[in-house]
């Protein structure tokens, strides 16, 4: 496994399985080196590093529970102890991925799932990337992942889309920051993808598949792999005068 003064370094949150994963996979085809986090499919998380040392890259995976800032700390020192030891002297991309679903409706969400949203899909996010400012790459990319759903309504995610849009807004806000350092900070705002994360969902509503891929303008529901491309793309020196952005990837859904 090489590594040199050039080699890049990247750090995807929640990168075991879905989106994560097929971002871990597509960066390391592009030769960068890669820390992710998982929470606790130790054995996926095992599969995603043997992918990637395949491609010749560095892997390592960090559990860590990203509701709110419990694990920040020893992660963060992590990533720094990781970094010396590969011989980067900075993390180039940071990917913030990791997140959980809340499908019920309005009338059924309660006080704990709100901030159950709150402290895993914002809070974490936010205290992460202050907490790595000192060891990011000037120059580099920070990607966010968002929804489609904050441009569109789906029915029952009132607890997830709207703190996915206070993601997005601290992501402008990210750029306009760290503008002067040459750091980008992007939002990638998937379609429904079929993934574990929206499988319930599908399962449970007979029906809402073909009336999402009838809604789409490309006529299907999103696959992991049509997501890990952008990311790649976005962390991409072709796209280092992109920024501040919410770049949606959805097929066309609701158009």
């Not at 990247?10 to 971002?23: D, I, K, Q």
């Amino acid at each position: 496994m090489s590594t040199d003064s050039t080699t890049r370094v990247a750090l995807v949150t929640g990168g075991s399985r879905g989106l994560g994963r097929e971002t871990v996979l597509r960066l390391a085809e592009d030769g960068v080196d890669i820390l992710f986090t998982f929470h606790s499919r130790e054995d996926a998380a095992a599969e995603v590093v043997d992918r990637v040392r395949a491609l010749g890259r560095r892997a390592l995976a960090l559990r860590a529970d990203l509701t709110g800032t419990r694990s920040i700390d020893a992660l963060v020192e992590e990533v720094r102890s990781t970094l010396e030891e590969w011989g980067h002297p900075r993390l180039d991309h940071l990917i913030l991925n990791a997140g959980i679903d809340a499908h019920m409706p309005f009338e059924q969400v309660t006080e704990k799932d709100l901030d159950a949203q709150f402290e895993t899909n914002y809070k974490s996010a936010f205290f992460l990337v202050q907490q790595l400012l000192p060891v990011l790459a000037d120059g580099g990319r920070i990607v966010t992942l968002g929804t489609g759903a904050t441009r569109f309504v789906v029915p029952n995610l009132p607890a997830y889309a709207p703190l996915k849009a206070a993601l997005e807004s601290l992501t402008t806000y990210l750029a306009k920051v760290l503008g002067p350092r040459g750091i980008t900070a992007n939002v990638v705002a998937p379609g429904v993808i079929e993934t574990d994360f929206t499988a319930d969902a599908l399962r449970t509503n007979p029906g809402m598949g073909d009336y999402l891929a009838a809604n789409t303008a490309l006529g299907r529901i999103g696959r992991p792999t049509d997501i890990g491309g952008v990311v790649r793309f976005l962390c991409s020196a072709d796209a280092g005068w992109i920024t501040g952005q919410r770049l949606e990837a959805s097929g066309g859904m609701f158009l």
